[in-house]
């Protein structure tokens, strides 16, 4: 991530024609949503300036300062646009407060993604020139072809013995394709099946028709044919220890909807109701482990996970006493064992399937999920959630309230 | 600036009204106008699909002033003003003003100020208290700047649906394919038409009073209650019997809206699909309205991770076209740009 320097900012603030520059007087009315465009335009770099793009908050068209007061509410309404979940995948910004001329301004430094097509709000938004505008169908595919094979992350990799033929192309079309994008985009559109496919990377370009881990994890009619630990295994166990009685066993595979719906499933059926008659007088209903807390871990254990060179499924170990989520592969990035669960504190080994994952309805907001399933297991009475991290797992263990 | 107010009525009960307003809302939010969501209805379904029952509770448990539209009100049932309406934020551009159930209680003060407000004097109390739920909701439009306010009220003719109406620019109709659905039709439009002259005959007195000019800063609706059109449900047809009973009321109604609603003496033979005054047929969406229900948001809105899938999934775009062109008719019936 670059930073610039306060003499580059002065001249990207006096540079009227660039079009790696966007100036806001305020962050009120339709900015927000303006804002957002720009970001999503300068993450997919059209032009190839290879150069972040920088978004001022507090300065005029012509680059004199507006004399905004930058407030943390604004760098935090700023902040939430990388969070959120409308720009996917999610793209890389930084957001901080710059005195130039004298004058506070909010700035926005926006990477260019590796991995275009960004999406906005379902619309694929570039800069061509001055002017901000949706993706044709050349400018989507010359988007498709910059992906560059070196930095990806892994779950966009092609898998080479995957066929396109292996992809649900029900799936995509019936379930993806109208949340993935906006009905206006989609009706105007007429490109090919592969097209669609590689735009939301699910294969790796239309002439290569090979289906990405994303693909497999998303579409596939049987994913676990090329990444055999993509699944979720569950056990329940009779007893407190591993060496007990397991009394319930499922490998749950399929693609990603199935495979949550499945597991929920299943963890719904061994969260039983019990009902209490006998302590107050009116009855009450209590559940062992608040089932949004369990969900939470559960999904981020499946995306947060590695799936690069392991066949570790994610393991769901149900004991008498306590759930074990255990998600292969350690900490990422950022996150650490030392600052693990910190507000604030979140990286993506799968962008991308964090994009699915949000796409399919999964997530509504990136960075919430622990301190959500903290405050459900509260609420509930259960102890503390606890968190272990080592170098090759991370494992949650949610207690059953006594 | 004053918000339309749009408002749907039908005396007779279980014509998926609620529902209906729900899934505008969010339509006329997602296509970014600015709506309230006004819930006048004492039995407060709207505030019900809208928020959890623990929400709710906390809500009237707490009784704020302004927290709900009865605790807007109720300062005027004593001797106070109308409090600030405190809206609920759902999403971006959708607020809920929540209804609530002690508002029946507010049915008294509103029938015994209608005969007031026709007296000579001391008119100013009578027409503040019929005029508040006007009053109410503008202020509350004013607050978030909103397009456009949709009112959801019970299924009755009593003294808190008439104030409503009064606060009302725009009526449509929601109708089941029944004998009650089109009976009611026949007390509904009389009624809104007498509320319309009774309310003008007071504005009249109001502004003859002479009270009037000491209050320079008091506005009052026009009670324009403009009929848009009708709404009819689909009806689950699956043996014969049921299709020829829903048929025979199907095609009545043209005719009864035309006469009851508009008053107009010429019946054109027309049926429903081709009548300009139906705004929609509403389909029935089976299995996607509990899933809804469950999940707290509108049936478009449904995902793959809430069970939308397979050929729900399909289900769930139409719903999204049903809705989005019954809300461009209404936007365009109302002239409010889209």
């Known amino acids: 991530m670059r930073r610039y320097s306060d003499e580059e900012l002065l001249e990207l603030l006096k540079s009227l024609e660039s079009d790696r520059i966007e100036r806001k007087e305020s962050f009120n009315g339709d900015v927000p949503r303006k804002v957002r465009q720009a970001v999503c335009a300068f993450a997919n770099d059209l032009p190839n300036h290879n150069e972040p793009g920088v978004l001022f908050v507090g300065a005029k068209d ?3 300062p507006s004399g905004l007061h930058v407030t943390d509410r604004l760098l935090l309404a700023l902040a939430d646009i990388k969070t959120d979940g409308n720009i996917l995948p999610l793209p890389v910004l930084s957001v901080e407060k710059r005195v130039l001329r004298g004058a506070e301004l909010a700035v926005v430094t926006v990477m260019p993604s590796d991995m275009p097509p960004v999406k906005y709000d379902g619309r694929i938004w570039i800069r061509t020139g001055p002017r901000r505008a949706i993706a044709n169908e050349q400018e989507e595919r010359l988007l498709i072809e910059r992906r560059r094979y070196k930095n990806l992350p892994f779950d966009i990799y092609p898998v080479p013995s995957a066929r396109i033929t292996d992809l649900s192309r029900s799936i995509f079309e019936n379930e993806y394709l109208p949340s993935a994008f906006a009905p206006d985009v989609l009706e105007e559109n007429n490109r090919t099946y592969e097209e669609r496919l590689a735009s939301c990377k699910m294969i790796v370009s239309p002439e290569n028709a090979i289906p990405t881990v994303l693909g497999l994890f998303a579409l596939g009619k049987s994913p676990q044919d090329f990444l055999p630990g993509a699944c979720i295994q569950f056990l329940r166990i009779d007893g407190t220890e591993l060496a007990d009685p397991v009394v319930d066993e499922e490998k749950i595979g399929g693609a990603v909807v199935e495979m949550l719906r499945r597991a929920e499933e299943k963890l719904r059926a061994h969260n039983r109701v019990a009902v209490d008659i006998a302590s107050a007088p009116t009855h009450r209903i209590g559940m062992p482990y ?67 994952l949000k796409t399919f309805g999964f997530i509504q907001a990136f960075g919430r999920g622990i301190p959500t399933a903290r405050r459900e297991a509260e609420r509930n009475g259960n102890p503390p959630l606890e968190f272990e991290t080592s170098q090759s797992a991370v494992v949650c263990t949610l207690r059953r309230k006594s | 600036m004053i918000s339309p107010v749009l408002t749907f009525f039908n005396n ?38 809208f928020l959890t029952e623990e929400e709710i509770e906390a809500i009237w448990e707490e009784e704020k002033p302004g927290s709900t539209v009865f605790q807007c009100v109720k300062p005027l049932a ?68 909103a397009d456009l306010v949709l009112v959801d009220i019970g299924p009755n003719l009593g003294a808190i649906n008439r104030s409503a109406l009064l606060a009302t620019d725009y009526v449509a109709i929601p109708l089941g394919a029944d004998l009650f659905s089109l009976q009611g039709l026949g007390n509904l439009g009389p009624a809104l038409r007498s509320w319309k ?137 109302i002239g409010l740009q889209l």
């Open chain 1, 62 to 64: 012509d680059g004199e």
């Open chain 1, 290 to 356: 608040p089932p949004a807390a369990i969900q939470q871990i559960l999904y981020n254990a499946v995306l947060h996970r590695t799936y690069e060179s392991t066949n570790a499924p994610v393991r769901v170990y149900w004991f008498d006493d306590r759930i074990e989520i255990h998600s292969p592969g350690g900490p990422y990035g950022n996150v650490t064992s030392e600052n693990f669960g910190r507000p604030g504190i979140t990286d993506y080994r799968n962008p991308n399937i964090a994009d699915v």
């Open chain 2, 12 to 49: 007779k009960g279980g014509v998926g009204k609620t529902s209906l307003i729900y899934h505008l809302a969010w339509m006329f939010a997602s296509l970014r106008k600015r709506i309230v969501a006004a819930d006048l209805d004492p039995q407060a379904n709207l505030t019900a699909a």
């Open chain 2, 78 to 145: 004593g001797v106070g003003d109308i409090a600030e309406p405190h809206l609920r934020r759902i999403a971006p551009d959708l607020y809920l003003l929540p209804g609530d159930v002690r508002l029946s209680g507010y049915e008294e003060s509103l029938s015994m100020e209608w005969p007031n407000s026709m007296g000579d004097h001391n008119l100013y109390r009578p027409m503040r208290i019929l005029s508040s739920f006007w009053q109410v909701m503008q202020m509350a439009a004013r607050a978030v700047r």
């Open chain 2, 197 to 333: 002259n009774l309310w003008k005959k007071r504005l009249d007195n109001w502004r003859e009073s002479g009270e009037a000019r000491l209050y320079p800063d008091f506005h009052l609706p026009e009670g324009k209650m403009q009929p848009i059109g009708y709404l009819c449900q689909q009806h689950g047809v699956r043996l014969e019997r049921p299709v020829q009973a829903y048929d025979k009321w199907v095609q009545r109604i043209p005719g009864g809206y035309r006469k009851h609603v508009l008053n107009e003496e010429h019946i054109p033979k027309i049926s429903q699909e081709e009548d300009p005054y139906c705004l929609a047929i509403i389909k029935h969406y089976r299995s996607l309205i509990p899933m809804a229900q469950e999940c707290r948001k509108p049936i478009f809105n449904l995902t793959s991770a809430d069970g939308a899938i397979g050929s729900h999934a399909n289900a769930v775009q139409d719903a999204r076209k049903d809705f989005r062109l019954l809300a461009e008719k209404i936007a365009g019936e």
